[in-house]
């Protein structure tokens, strides 16, 4: 394992980004310099977050989510 997050991650299952491995490690997020603990998924890259929206689901019973633009700063939030 590196100890580095990964440039884009997924908690959704069905996504091609999900790391399972990753998500065990406890990844944070920094959105924009603020701590952030409703993050679905984010690109440090492309420097956007998607947060979900409340308790809102779709008809799938996925929940809502908005993509916000910004700095996203991933980190690990426990050691190995």
Known sequence: M???P???LSTNPASPYYDEAM???DVGIRFKGVEKT???E???S???VRVSAGTAK???GNPITIKL???VEPYFRKGE
Do not use: I, K, M
């Open 2 to 4: 590196t100890d580095t």
């Open 6 to 8: 990964p440039d884009r």
């Open 23 to 25: 998500l065990e490690r």
């Open 38 to 40: 409703n993050v679905e």
């Open 42 to 44: 984010y690109c440090v």
């Open 46 to 48: 492309e420097g956007w």
């Open 58 to 60: 779709d008809r799938r």
């Open 69 to 71: 633009s910004g700095a």
